[in-house]
């Protein structure tokens, strides 16, 4: 397996933009599908991006298509979430996991994940 540790969290004003990091270290990383999920308070954890092992694919659920754009960078072992034009509903912490499943955007799916990172937007 993977062990991940995000950063890069924090408190922005909405309109505001964090990059959210992911560095791996364990097995090979480039051998994972990469993704990040949020979980506010009271809430399930859910999907928000995902990058396949090469990079060469990417997928958003709706509420941040046109806002938020993952990548990875093999060589330095990290995965990246920039976040731009911040709303108050984006609010939460945010996870990154690794899986071996083409493509998945179901929690169950991925087998390692980090402790998380808060991202708290201001209305």
């Known amino acids: 397996q993977v062990q991940l540790v995000e950063s890069g969290g924090g408190l922005v004003q909405a309109g505001g933009s964090l990059r959210l990091s992911c560095a791996a270290s364990?097995?090979?990383?480039?051998?994972?599908?990469m993704g990040w999920f949020r979980q506010a308070p009271g809430k399930e954890r859910l999907f928000v991006a995902g990058?396949?092992?090469?990079?060469?694919?990417?997928f958003y659920t709706e509420s941040v298509k046109g806002r938020f754009t993952i990548s990875r960078d093999n060589a330095k072992k990290t995965v990246y979430l920039q976040m731009l034009s911040l709303k108050p509903e984006d609010t939460a912490v945010y996870y990154c996991?690794?899986?071996?499943?083409?493509?998945?955007?179901?929690?169950?799916?991925?087998?390692?994940w980090g402790r998380g990172t808060q991202v708290t937007v201001s209305s």
């Open positions: 996991a690794a899986s071996p499943v083409y493509g998945s955007r179901s929690r169950y799916d991925y087998q390692s």
């Open positions: 364990g097995s090979t990383f480039s051998r994972y599908n």
């Open positions: 990058i396949i092992t090469s990079g060469g694919s990417t």
